[in-house]
């Protein structure tokens, strides 16, 4: 089945502790993205990756890192949270320039 | 600075009737408008899309109209069923780079019986 991995699903963590949010997708996508999703804000780009060792800045990149050492991988890493980080993350991927974006289920992070 | 503005927040609209979502973009290089939907605990997913080369789109009861000169394009959902119960979001990219959506808030739909 095609699909988009994430974990951890839900994660409640403290002001300061690193933590990195996984993402895998098994349909050979070139393109990875990470968005976050906050009330009235709608899908925001962190960043995004259009290749293996490609990545790119989205609109809101503040705070986090991200690397793609594979084509299947692009885990998100916050190395310092803050409360201002809680929010729900969505990964997605697509294939080339098509435009359309394969999402995962989403992980909803919280930081105390 | 949204560059994709949507309304409404949130919609009800009983069985049967018509859905409509509308959004506004600003910048005048986007060509490729999708819609996703998102139902509660799963992510978005592709619904429709349309390019500014045609001015309406329609696939089963899901219709996207689009205006280029107003810059506006818009969701029609014919026959409203509880099952269209979910968030719904606009988006907008540029040629070249349609995978940098840029999302409008969403609108969360509820289709009363």
């Known amino acids: 089945e095609a699909q988009v991995t994430q974990n951890p699903r839900y994660l409640i963590t403290v002001t300061g502790k690193k933590l990195t949010v996984t993402c895998s997708q098994n349909?050979?996508?070139?393109?990875m993205s990470w968005y976050r999703q906050d009330p009235g804000l709608g899908l925001r780009q962190i960043y995004y990756s259009m290749n293996v060792e490609v990545t790119d800045k989205g609109d809101v990149p503040e705070g986090y890192k991200v690397s793609r050492k594979e084509k299947r991988n692009f885990p998100l890493i916050l190395e310092s949270p803050s409360p201002n980080q809680t929010s729900l993350y969505f990964c997605a991927s697509s294939f080339g320039g098509t435009g359309e974006l394969f999402f995962g289920e989403g992980s909803r992070l919280t930081v105390l | 600075q949204q560059q994709v503005k949507q309304s409404p927040q949130s919609l009800i609209v009983q069985k049967g009737g018509i859905s409509i979502i509308n959004c506004a973009y600003e910048n005048t290089a986007f060509d490729y408008f999708p819609w996703y939907q998102q139902f509660p605990g799963k992510g978005p997913a592709l619904l429709i899309a349309?390019?500014?080369?045609?001015s309406e789109k329609k696939e089963g009861r899901f219709t996207i109209s689009f205006n280029k000169s107003a810059k506006q394009f818009s969701l029609h959902i014919m026959d409203s069923q509880p099952g269209d119960s979910a968030t719904y979001f606009c988006?907008?990219?540029?040629?070249?780079?349609?995978?940098?959506?840029?999302f409008g808030a969403g609108t969360r739909l509820a289709v009363h019986p």
């Open positions: 988006a907008a990219a540029i040629s070249g780079g349609y995978n940098k959506l840029i």
């Open positions: 349309i390019r500014p080369d045609v």
């Open positions: 349909m050979n996508h070139e393109y």
